[in-house]
């Protein structure tokens, strides 16, 4: 298949550009940038100068693939709400394209979306659209319903709130650099909140089964694991710097952790059983506490 790919030259999405590559597809990736446009002219991708915004020139190169899969977003969380609208914006677009073609089209969600404390799973759980405290994440999962009420073969890949490997910048990092901050690892109360868990490589995998797939409606958790206790994380995070553990008290989680205190607080566990079994996926790649061991945040020594 020939297949566009958004946000084509990131940690998640040049993986996918790779797997996509390797399993025999032509991709076209979607590049802002020089530099960008070089990362993926090394991984045998076609280049596709675009923004999102750009709805002329998208539609032009929507007309030449077999298939979308959306991996971009705006990761500023000063303005998540806005990120997020755009996200159900650029999705409706993308249905509006394909739909009646029969084309997939595969797009990005969060397991955050889900309602904590227990584990959920990719049929059963419903996400919170329209009710107070719903997470802005869900918009995307919005848009995707209205795609599909369009006849748009989407599917949903929920990513947890950890993909991790060589390379990541998201909050695995951000965790490192607020412990480097404050000369402390440190964990809400017990540390017995749990993150799910993918390593980059097994995320990209499910990415191309899932436009190989093309089920209608589908949702997917891209989940190896399914809750890492954060007082692990936090442990090998003060392994990594040389720094001491320590409980914090949830009054307290904001002055640490700053906005991002609610991730540090999240305790979700989510299953991948579906996902596994509907797609022959079979994640084969390190666990998050074996990364943080190597050498993939904190170099060789």
Same mark, same amino acid.
């Given at each position: 298949m020939? $297949?566009?790919?958004?946000?084509?030259a %990131?940690?998640?999405? +040049?993986?996918? /550009?790779?797997?996509? $590559?390797?399993? *025999?597809?032509?991709?076209? %990736?979607?590049?802002?940038?020089?530099?960008?446009? %070089?990362?993926l002219?090394?991984?045998g991708?076609? /280049?596709?100068?675009?923004?999102?915004?750009?709805?002329?020139?998208?539609?032009?190169?929507?007309?030449?693939?077999?298939?979308?899969?959306?991996?971009?977003?705006?990761?500023d969380?000063?303005?998540?709400?806005?990120?997020?609208?755009?996200?159900?914006?650029?999705?409706?677009?993308?249905?509006?394209?394909?739909?009646?073609?029969?084309?997939?089209?595969v797009?990005t969600?969060? @397991? *955050?979306v889900?309602?904590?404390?227990?584990?959920?799973?990719?049929? $059963?759980?419903?996400?919170?659209? +329209?009710?107070? !405290?719903?997470?802005?994440?869900?918009?995307?999962?919005?848009?995707?319903?209205?795609?599909?009420?369009?006849?748009?073969?989407?599917s949903?890949?929920?990513?947890?709130?950890?993909?991790?490997?060589?390379?990541?910048?998201?909050?695995? #990092?951000?965790?490192?650099?607020?412990?480097?901050?404050?000369?402390?690892?440190?964990?809400?109360?017990?540390g017995?909140?749990?993150?799910?868990?993918?390593?980059?490589?097994?995320?990209?995998?499910?990415?191309?089964?899932?436009?190989?797939?093309?089920?209608?409606?589908a949702?997917?958790h891209?989940?190896?694991?399914?809750?890492?206790?954060?007082?692990?994380i936090a442990?090998?995070?003060?392994?990594?710097? %040389?720094?001491?553990?320590?409980? $914090?008290?949830?009054?307290?989680?904001?002055?640490?952790?700053?906005?991002?205190?609610h991730?540090?607080?999240m305790? @979700?566990?989510? +299953? +991948?059983d579906?996902?596994?079994?509907?797609?022959?996926?079979v994640?084969s790649?390190?666990?998050?506490?074996?990364?943080?061991?190597? #050498?993939?945040?904190? !170099?060789?020594?």
């Open positions: 020939r $297949i566009l790919v958004t946000g084509a %990131g940690f998640v999405g +040049s993986a996918v /550009v790779a797997d996509l $590559i390797a399993a *025999g597809h032509r991709v076209i %990736g979607l590049v802002r940038s020089a530099g960008a446009a %070089g990362i002219a090394a991984l991708a076609d /280049v596709y100068a675009a923004d999102l915004r750009e709805r002329e020139n998208l539609r032009t190169a929507i007309g030449q693939v077999d298939a979308v899969v959306h991996t971009a977003f705006n990761h969380f000063s303005q998540f709400r806005e990120s997020c609208e755009a996200d159900r914006s650029i999705i409706e677009f993308f249905g509006s394209e394909l739909a009646g073609s029969q084309r997939p089209l797009v969600s969060a @397991i *955050g889900l309602p904590g404390n227990r584990l959920v799973t990719e049929a $059963i759980d419903p996400v919170p659209l +329209s009710s107070e !405290g719903a997470n802005p994440r869900a918009a995307s999962e919005a848009a995707a319903d209205a795609v599909a009420n369009m006849g748009v073969s989407v949903v890949v929920r990513l947890p709130p950890t993909v991790h490997g060589k390379g990541d910048h998201a909050f695995i #990092p951000m965790l490192i650099g607020t412990a480097r901050k404050n000369g402390l690892a440190a964990y809400v109360g017990n017995d909140n749990r993150w799910p868990a993918v390593h980059r490589l097994d995320a990209a995998r499910l990415y191309r089964l899932a436009v190989e797939k093309a089920a209608p409606h949702r997917y891209a989940v190896a694991e399914e809750g890492v206790l954060f007082r692990q442990a090998s995070i003060g392994a990594g710097l %040389g720094l001491p553990v320590q409980s $914090i008290q949830p009054e307290t989680a904001a002055v640490h952790y700053g906005w991002f205190s991730f540090a607080k305790d @979700i566990q989510a +299953s +991948s579906r996902t596994r079994a509907s797609l022959a996926w994640p790649g390190e666990s998050l506490l074996a990364d943080l061991a190597g #050498p993939a945040y904190f !170099g060789e020594g």
